[in-house]
């Protein structure tokens, strides 16, 4: 067995470097003479004092760490081009590495290196950046074998073996990479790659070259890490995909993914059910429980419909409290009304939310593909056409899309345009209808109701349009125009010796005017009208909650003279504790009691005795016939309007029919109970 000293002592006759490497403690172990000189160190003792990892950069501590990895893993030997830096002065050479096991178990490296005098300033500093880049850069040879890597691409691979196809995770990049690569095209991809860190995103640019070494093909391929960038497109594409608070689907995912079923729908002759959902009340639970509430809610009903539609089909939000769920029938078995159902029959049990019990309804829109369109769009204002005609009827219910409903809408859309100009055009006029009194027939008063003479369909009553006037806020507006033309018109008929008093509707809505009160309040001034000649109608809706508010407004127009007339009484749900509150001057039976008044006589005659409890005038309305009159008659009513003496009629006819009944009045017998009658009807 050779001696220990005789064989260190050869080892320093030995021309090539030798030196041992601590990966633990970053140290020189020990060098033969060459390697001395090559550290430019005086002994070993003063090479073993250098601690080399004072200086290291980051990128050659990961790559010995790399290279301890592989000792510990199998015998290898790797041979690269190093720069040292003794004492601060460059050197260039060439080494060869092995794994060393020491006494006490720990991997050391075992160095073999000569200076390299034959290296290039561009060489050594193409060598340099290779070490020290983070772009892993590696060659492989034609049948995808490694030839090389640089130690940013040696860090990250799981195993030192691994192929150029096995790197990818999916195998058909991985396949069209080599494709591409054969055919002589240089590639770039961003692919899931298998590194040490689990499946990464990396930005892979490939290209064909020759090995130096060999000279026949081969492969450089870099790879940069864009796993963070990845993630955060990714993150941000869900964000506009997807709504932030439910998670589900929003407009912007629709956009994308419903036209390719639209396609399929046409193309195969299958129905596509598109059903729009919205939530009856949602605003209330804002308003009553909070907006937090109100978000908990919509994900709840959320969760309920994903969880029933499932892999079926698409469930998206598309705000506020509306949701959209898109069924394709590829099996052709699905029924639209009992899936509509369905959907309604998910939210009978109601949902707690913290500790609120929550009684949810739906109105659900149904539109079918290809039969109610071919597009997103026509589709979508179909379905939107059908869920307006469902939240209508206020019932939890599904209606289905049909060229009715788009007719109605397409003339409604065309009214409201029209409605916007009709104020500043000057279409709208006044009629009135007379009121009597039921025992003399006399006219004592008239109802103000607004017409509008439309350029093209004529005549219209409000029944075709004040609903599109509260719907689109102009209400007020037409309101007050009509208010201010009553009470000039009745400062002319009072001129013209004509001294009745009119009255005005006035709508709930108007109400929402914070100045309408003090509008009405200065009509006096403004128009010299009578404040005692002008009377206003108001719903029983409108006393709903015994509001002191509106206690104070009616008490204000009592105050300046104006009579208040609840119109329409017997409909609503006035509490008659409450009622003797307001300065009510007259109540006008609802004309739904005077048509079937022999099926409705005790509502009707217990109306007529509230009347007298409450000392004010009666009226009832919608009188058609003589039988009707002569009940009225019979039972004490004090004053009547109908068709059976007058229909609404222009200012100026009505003028002359009053004109008429006060030229003919001496000649004619007054209605009493025992002779009922009529004194005059007006055709």
């Given amino acids: 067995m050779l001696d220990r000293d005789l064989l260190l002592h050869q080892a320093d006759r030995i021309a090539t470097a030798l030196w041992v490497y601590d990966f633990d403690r970053k140290r020189v172990l020990w060098a033969n003479r060459a390697a001395l000189d090559i550290w430019d160190a005086e002994s070993m003792e003063a090479l073993r004092a250098r601690d080399l990892g004072l200086d290291m950069s ?18 290898v030997a790797f041979s690269e081009v ?14 060869v590495y092995r794994g060393l096991h020491l006494k006490d178990g720990r991997m050391a490296m075992l160095c073999e290196g000569k200076i390299n005098h034959e290296s290039q300033p561009d060489t050594l500093r193409s060598a340099e950046a290779l070490l020290h880049t983070p772009v892993m850069i590696s060659m492989f040879a034609s049948d995808g074998e490694p030839l090389y890597r640089n130690p940013a691409s040696r860090a990250s691979q799981i195993d030192p073996d691994t192929t150029l196809q096995n790197r990818l995770v999916d195998c058909g990049e991985a396949a069209a990479l080599a494709t591409a690569l054969k055919d002589g095209k240089d590639c770039r991809i961003i692919a899931r ?49 997807n709504d932030f608070l439910t998670g589900l689907p929003n407009r912007s995912y629709l956009q994308t993914h419903l036209p390719p079923l639209i396609v399929e729908s046409v193309d195969q002759d299958q129905p596509l059910y598109l059903y729009f959902i919205d ?38 939000r598309l705000g506020g409290d509306e949701f959209l769920v898109c069924i394709p029938d590829r099996s052709g078995t699905l029924n639209a009304q009992d899936f509509g159902r369905q959907l309604l029959d998910l939210f009978l049990e109601p949902i707690d939310i913290s500790g609120h019990v929550l009684q949810v309804t739906l109105a659900v829109g149904l539109s079918i593909c290809p039969d109610d369109g071919r597009d997103m769009d026509t589709l979508m204002r179909h379905c939107d056409l059908a869920l307006y005609e ?21 003339e409604k859309i065309a009214l409201e345009k029209d409605l ?17 009194c039921v025992q003399t027939g006399r006219i004592l008063s008239a109802e103000a109701l607004l017409r ?16 599109a006037c509260e719907e689109m806020g102009l209400i007020i507006d037409v309101g007050e125009w009509v208010y201010r033309t009553v009470a000039r018109q009745q400062r002319e008929l009072g001129e013209a010796g004509i001294d009745i008093s009119l009255s005005i509707n006035l709508s709930p809505r108007q109400f929402s005017d914070p100045e309408l009160i003090e509008k009405i309040l200065r009509l006096p001034e403004e128009t010299g009208c009578a404040a005692k000649r002008l009377g206003f109608e108001i719903t029983e809706s409108v006393l709903l909650g015994d509001s002191e508010a509106i206690r104070t407004a009616l008490r204000r127009m009592k105050a300046k003279g104006f009579e208040i007339i609840i119109d329409d009484f017997g409909t609503g749900y006035s509490n008659l504790a409450y009622l003797q509150k307001y300065p009510i001057g007259v109540l006008k039976i609802d004309q739904t009691f005077i048509k079937n008044i022999r099926t409705s006589e005790p509502i009707t005659r217990l109306i007529l005795s509230l009347g007298n409890v409450l000392n004010v005038r009666v009226v009832a309305e919608g009188v058609e016939t003589r ?36 030229r003919l009045e001496p000649h004619l017998k007054m209605v009493t109970p025992k002779q009922p009658g009529r004194v005059l009807r007006s055709t």
């Fill in 193 to 241: 790659t298998r590194t040490n860190r689990g499946i990464r995103w990396h930005e892979i640019t490939a290209r064909t070259c020759k090995d130096a070494v060999t000279g026949v093909p081969a492969y450089l391929v870099s790879e940069i890490d864009v796993t963070e960038l990845k993630e955060t497109e990714e993150r941000a594409q869900y964000l506009a995909d």
């Fill in 82 to 95: 190093w720069t040292i830096y003794p004492n601060d002065v460059p050197k260039t050479v060439k080494v």
């Fill in 627 to 662: 039988e009707q009159l002569d009940w009225l008659v019979e039972n004490g009513c004090d004053e009547y309007q109908g068709y059976y003496f007058s229909r609404p009629l222009p200012l100026a006819e009505f003028v002359e029919l009053y004109r008429t009944q006060q």
């Fill in 279 to 316: 939530l009856d009340g949602f605003k209330a639970v804002n308003d009553t429980l909070g907006h937090t509430t109100g978000d908990l809610l919509l994900r709840a009903v959320a969760g309920r419909l994903s969880g029933f539609v499932g892999e079926r089909g698409i469930v998206a």
């Fill in 420 to 436: 916007l100009r009709a104020l500043d055009r000057g279409e709208f006029v006044m009629f009135y209808q007379p009121r009597l």
């Fill in 58 to 75: 980051r990128s050659v501590a990961e790559q010995l760490n790399q290279y301890k990895n592989d000792f510990k893993r199998r015998d």
């Fill in 390 to 410: 469902a939240k209508t009827d206020r019932a939890n219910r599904c209606t289905q899309f049909s060229m009715d409903l788009r007719e109605r809408m397409e």
């Fill in 452 to 467: 509008w003479q439309h350029p093209e369909r004529g005549l219209l009553g409000p029944s075709l349009f004040i609903q």
